[in-house]
């Protein structure tokens, strides 16, 4: 299991959606569906599954977030074949953010959001290149633009196994917006490659809770080291959910919260869910002891 998972927010149609990516992928499969009942949106439905070879979670809980590009998936592929055959499948019913064409970073890249609202840039490696398929990228924008090199920074201090690999500058009057600082950061946390950018334009759409970043913690200890660190709106706290001064979302969860939450009878599954949504940060122990009062 990944250290730090994404998270898609969807109104109902998480494992329409899901299905739908695990298509486009090699090594992709559905790996489990499950309902939680009577939730402050009704009953929600929570998707795990991989997409080559990486894990990925989604849950179909009411249109409250909406997708933007904040954080997008940026693809690694290594034919123009595989770019345009992708970009056919997104672009269906999705909408066209930088046209696919040549750029001076990429022969061949794109970059689309697909009919259920999430982001994708598709751009073609050379061969002998290794890299990560599947690649989350922040786009730093509005309020947060400018901030990109101080969130890595950030980011990297608190994650084990976590490094700077890449910071590039925007040239004088490359960015239309006089915040923006940073056009590429690449950077891994836990192993995991990630990718960052000052939005280059004045835009009014900022990060949301629609695409967030699950940590799973192996105890108590983990989780209140994260939550101690990434929680920095008390408003956003709720059922492991937190917000960082940047303003992107995080769940800090235990590891095996699918064990925590639906071991058990039904009336003890009830029990544990409804002491789950009294709470900010997860404490183990209520947890364990509402599944017996």
Request: proline letters at 3%; aromatic letters at 14%.
């Given at each position: 299991m990944?250290?730090i998972?994404?998270h898609l927010?969807?109104?109902?149609e998480?494992?329409?959606?899901a299905l739908?990516?695990?298509s486009?992928?090699d090594?992709s499969k559905?790996?489990?569906v499950?309902v939680?009942e009577?939730?402050?949106?009704g009953?929600?439905?929570?998707i795990?599954?991989e997409?080559a070879?990486?894990?990925f979670?989604a849950?179909?809980a009411g249109?409250?977030?909406?997708?933007?590009p904040?954080?997008s998936l940026?693809?690694?592929?290594?034919?123009?074949?595989e770019?345009?055959?992708k970009?056919n499948?997104l672009?269906?019913?999705?909408?066209e953010l930088?046209?696919?064409?040549?750029?001076p970073?990429s022969?061949?890249?794109?970059?689309?959001?697909d009919?259920?609202g999430l982001?994708?840039?598709l751009m073609?490696?050379?061969k002998?290149?290794?890299?990560?398929?599947?690649?989350p990228?922040l786009?730093?924008s509005s309020?947060s633009?400018g901030?990109t090199e101080?969130?890595v920074?950030y980011?990297?201090?608190?994650?084990?196994?976590?490094?700077?690999?890449i910071?590039n500058?925007?040239?004088a009057?490359?960015?239309?917006?006089s915040?923006?600082k940073?056009?590429?950061?690449a950077f891994?946390?836990?192993?995991i490659h990630?990718?960052?950018m000052?939005?280059?334009?004045?835009?009014?759409f900022?990060?949301?809770?629609?695409?967030?970043?699950i940590?799973n913690c192996?105890?108590?200890?983990?989780?209140?080291y994260f939550?101690d660190r990434?929680s920095?709106?008390p408003?956003?706290?709720?059922?492991?959910?937190?917000?960082?001064?940047?303003g992107v979302?995080w769940?800090?969860?235990?590891?095996?919260i699918?064990?925590?939450?639906?071991k058990?009878s039904?009336d003890e599954?009830h029990?544990?869910t409804k002491?789950l949504?009294k709470?900010?940060k997860?404490?183990?122990?209520?947890?364990?002891?509402?599944?017996?009062?």
């Amino acid at each position: 299991m990944e250290k730090i998972v994404p998270h898609l927010w969807y109104d109902k149609e998480a494992k329409e959606a899901a299905l739908f990516y695990i298509s486009l992928f090699d090594s992709s499969k559905l790996l489990n569906v499950t309902v939680i009942e009577n939730t402050p949106s009704g009953d929600s439905e929570l998707i795990t599954f991989e997409l080559a070879g990486q894990q990925f979670k989604a849950i179909s809980a009411g249109p409250y977030f909406k997708f933007n590009p904040t954080i997008s998936l940026m693809i690694a592929c290594y034919s123009v074949e595989e770019v345009n055959t992708k970009w056919n499948a997104l672009i269906d019913g999705g909408t066209e953010l930088m046209p696919l064409g040549e750029y001076p970073f990429s022969k061949w890249y794109g970059w689309v959001q697909d009919r259920f609202g999430l982001s994708w840039q598709l751009m073609l490696m050379d061969k002998d290149e290794t890299v990560q398929k599947i690649t989350p990228n922040l786009l730093f924008s509005s309020d947060s633009c400018g901030k990109t090199e101080e969130a890595v920074k950030y980011y990297t201090e608190i994650f084990e196994d976590s490094e700077i690999e890449i910071i590039n500058r925007y040239g004088a009057g490359e960015a239309m917006s006089s915040k923006a600082k940073v056009n590429y950061a690449a950077f891994k946390l836990c192993g995991i490659h990630f990718s960052a950018m000052d939005h280059g334009y004045d835009v009014d759409f900022n990060f949301n809770e629609a695409f967030s970043l699950i940590v799973n913690c192996k105890n108590q200890n983990e989780i209140d080291y994260f939550w101690d660190r990434l929680s920095a709106v008390p408003e956003a706290e709720q059922c492991g959910w937190v917000k960082d001064k940047f303003g992107v979302s995080w769940q800090i969860v235990p590891d095996n919260i699918d064990e925590v939450l639906f071991k058990g009878s039904r009336d003890e599954i009830h029990r544990v869910t409804k002491a789950l949504f009294k709470m900010k940060k997860i404490d183990l122990n209520a947890l364990e002891n509402a599944r017996f009062e």
